[in-house]
């Protein structure tokens, strides 16, 4: 008899379990999937004007020797000549910012022999100089010190800083939560019903990308043709207003 009522209870017990289970699970899956007709999910979308603030420079030195160390040391000397140059044009050593620098070997194909050729070593540095809005006047200065120094010029872009960035971001994705909400208010409406209480929201994306305004054909050494058509380039085009774009997905209770 005590066996049967010992089955009884854990029974009972394992059945209780299982209930309470269930309706965890049940809970949990009503809140990742609210029941259909409870909720409206709307994309709010904003644009905003945005006025680059920043003009990147940015350099390649290429350099290549019979070992890694040779190819750094000339590399080196560009290097050297480029930021004496810089500090002539009355910026600090530190305004020229090392992106990356790498030492190599210089293999390339070769079409007689039909295989792969190391020559050397080939030592790359990637350089970019920031110039603020009112020190635009000093653009030509660095197309100089780098012409002159021996460093090749890859590109030049228009682009925010990083408080700009911010500020820009706060307010088209402020812009963005609001457009959500009216279309969610007017959604509801439509089915008489108020737009309630905000459930879920997602960023769905920010658009900010650098306006370019000069890319080289190669990011090698330049001759002064290619010196001219950067400055021509560089100062011909003048930074406009650009439109940055920013969404986000809201999930709202309807009432």
Same mark, same amino acid.
């Given at each position: 008899?005590?066996?049967?009522?010992?089955?009884?209870?854990?029974?009972?017990?394992?059945?209780?379990v299982?209930?309470?289970?269930?309706?965890?699970?049940?809970?949990?899956?009503?809140s990742?999937?609210?029941?259909?007709?409870?909720?409206?999910?709307?994309?709010?979308?904003?644009?905003?004007?945005?006025?680059?603030?920043v003009?990147?420079?940015?350099?390649?030195i290429?350099?290549?020797?019979?070992?890694?160390?040779?190819?750094?040391?000339?590399?080196?000397?560009?290097?050297?000549?480029?930021?004496?140059?810089?500090?002539?044009?009355?910026?600090?050593?530190?305004?020229?910012?090392?992106e990356?620098?790498?030492?190599?070997?210089?293999t390339?194909?070769?079409?007689?022999?039909?295989?792969?050729?190391?020559?050397?070593?080939?030592?790359t540095?990637?350089l970019?100089?920031?110039?603020?809005?009112?020190?635009?006047?000093?653009?030509?200065?660095?197309?100089?010190a780098?012409?002159? +120094? &021996?460093?090749? $010029? /890859?590109?030049?872009?228009?682009?925010?800083?990083?408080?700009?960035? !911010?500020? @820009?971001k =706060?307010?088209a994705?402020?812009?963005?939560?609001?457009?959500?909400?009216?279309?969610?208010?007017?959604?509801?409406?439509?089915?008489?019903?108020? +737009? &309630?209480?905000? $459930? /879920?929201?997602?960023?769905?994306?920010?658009?900010?990308?650098?306006? !370019?305004? @000069?890319? =080289?054909?190669?990011?090698?050494?330049?001759?002064?043709?290619?010196?001219?058509?950067?400055?021509?380039?560089?100062?011909?085009?003048?930074?406009?207003?650009?439109?940055?774009?920013?969404?986000?997905?809201?999930?709202?209770?309807?009432?």
């Open positions: 008899m005590r066996k049967e009522n010992s089955a009884i209870v854990i029974t009972c017990i394992i059945a209780a299982i209930l309470i289970i269930a309706i965890l699970a049940l809970n949990r899956f009503s990742v999937f609210p029941s259909s007709g409870k909720t409206v999910t709307v994309e709010g979308i904003a644009t905003v004007k945005a006025l680059p603030d003009t990147s420079v940015y350099f390649t290429e350099t290549k020797g019979a070992t890694s160390v040779e190819a750094k040391d000339a590399n080196n000397l560009i290097y050297d000549a480029l930021v004496e140059g810089m500090i002539q044009a009355g910026f600090k050593e530190g305004d020229v910012k090392t990356s620098f790498n030492i190599y070997e210089n390339y194909w070769d079409d007689n022999y039909r295989k792969q050729i190391t020559d050397g070593y080939k030592a540095r990637y970019k100089m920031e110039l603020l809005s009112e020190e635009s006047d000093k653009l030509t200065d660095i197309i100089d780098g012409v002159d +120094a &021996g460093a090749g $010029i /890859s590109y030049i872009n228009f682009e925010l800083s990083q408080a700009s960035q !911010n500020e @820009y =706060a307010e994705l402020k812009l963005a939560s609001q457009d959500a909400t009216i279309k969610a208010e007017a959604i509801a409406s439509g089915f008489d019903k108020e +737009a &309630g209480r905000l $459930i /879920s929201v997602q960023i769905s994306s920010f658009g900010y990308y650098p306006w !370019n305004a @000069y890319t =080289a054909s190669s990011g090698a050494g330049m001759t002064y043709e290619d010196s001219m058509a950067v400055k021509e380039a560089a100062t011909s085009i003048q930074p406009s207003d650009q439109d940055i774009t920013a969404s986000v997905t809201a999930t709202f209770k309807l009432r």
